[in-house]
């Protein structure tokens, strides 16, 4: 008897515990503080010189995708509660393994600039420069992988920003 009444007081205890927190955790790892509603992405310009005209708008897109699936928040047009800005720094191909005769793998590197700004909480704010790469066979021609290859680093470059604002790493 006296353990069922200890179980109930436990019970109690830990619900008033999680009531009483300030912040919501979501089953990504996503921690979004008790006032934070609203997010704020805008569009990151590109001033990579050889990157292609979709990458400002593929990069972008991905970003507020991220947001959108792991959090309750809602995308608004400007003045969000979170705000996310910058813009594409670099866009490269470089030769990785290099053998006597030829280079036999690529790298595709992609570099964005972000500044992240938490109105309610100012001291989470940040401004970080993020880069991320996929190696491809360098007798491919990179046109034929190109987006694929740009698909999977926005993914990887946005799950980074997405763990940095909101992981609590």
Known sequence: MTSIKSSHICLVFITLFLFGCK???SFTGASVATGINTI??????????LAPPVLSQS??????DIFL??????????NGDLIIEG????????????TQDASTLNRLTITVKVRYTDTKDETKS???TFSN??????????SSVEQSLIDQINEKLT???????????
């Open 133 to 142: 790469f996929e190696q491809f066979d360098a007798n491919t021609n990179l």
């Open 69 to 78: 699936r792991q959090t309750n928040l809602t995308l608004v047009k400007a």
């Open 23 to 25: 912040v919501n955790y």
């Open 59 to 64: 990069f972008t897109e991905t970003l507020k």
């Open 87 to 98: 813009e594409i720094t670099d866009y490269r191909v470089t030769s990785e393994a290099v």
């Open 159 to 169: 799950q980074d920003i997405f763990n940095k604002s909101l992981g609590n790493w």
């Open 126 to 128: 940040y401004e970080q």
């Open 40 to 49: 704020s992405i805008a569009t990151f310009p590109s001033y990579a010189p």
